[in-house]
């Protein structure tokens, strides 16, 4: 593993503020991401098309400022090269991560791959360094995920088991043999039956 290997993280943004720079289709791609999140978007850009306009969230109609950084929790840089390349500088000296959309050397933050399915979510990042490749391996691992209603109540079991796991003092490293456990009794029996069932053994 290299010294500046990324860190997987998960934001909570709901009500906070969230630029994107950029108007066009590129930008709008990215609402798609940011707006089930439930933060406070304002888009700025000299020139909005039509796909934001209608997306329900602010807009400033003009060219990139640096004191529109200033209160806001992350960026996405989605403009021509120069105009990722100031907000890069702006965000950096203001401490705010950047997603800047196929620039990598302008980007602190990447926006990868990601699966939602019930009450989970998997994101998968490159990098930046082939998003094609992030979205082939979402795609994958969307089809081979359970249904929803499968995994909410996988969920639902660690739920349950959590709340005994905290009253009881049971250690981290036991937990996860007995929530597997617990999940293949629900389908199978045991889950010595469902590696049988599978045929691995293992």
């Known amino acids: 593993m290299t010294a500046d290997a990324l860190l997987p993280i998960f934001l909570k943004l709901s009500g906070r ?23 406070a978007v304002t888009v700025v850009a000299p020139a ?10 602010a807009l400033a109609e003009r060219p990139f400022a640096e004191g529109d950084l200033d209160g806001q929790w992350l960026v996405v840089a989605a403009a ?16 705010v991560f950047v997603n800047a959309v196929d620039d990598p050397p302008n980007a602190t933050a990447y926006l990868g791959g990601i699966v939602r399915r019930g009450g989970a979510t998997i994101a998968i990042s490159t ?22 209603a499968v995994l909410d109540d996988w969920l639902a079991q660690a739920d349950a088991l959590k709340r005994r796991w905290r009253s009881t003092g049971v250690p981290m490293a036991e937990r996860r043999p007995e929530l597997a456990e617990a999940i293949a009794r629900r389908y199978c029996g045991t889950l010595a039956s469902c590696r049988q069932q599978r045929g691995d053994g293992s």
């Not at 108007?23 to 933060?39: E, I, R």
């Not at 909005?48 to 969230?57: E, H, K, L, Q």
């Not at 094609?132 to 249904?147: I, T, V």
Request: hydrophobic share 50%; charged share 20%.
């Open 17 to 39: 503020p969230v630029l994107v720079v950029g108007g066009g289709t590129v930008a709008a791609s990215k609402l798609d991401t940011l707006l089930p999140t439930g933060a």
């Open 80 to 95: 021509t090269p120069a105009v990722n390349a100031a907000v890069a500088r702006a965000a950096e000296a203001r401490r």
């Open 127 to 148: 990098g930046g360094r082939a998003p094609a490749l992030a979205g082939l391996l979402r795609e994958g691992l969307d089809e081979m995920l359970p249904r929803e």
């Open 48 to 57: 909005i098309c039509d796909a934001i306009r209608t997306a329900g969230v």
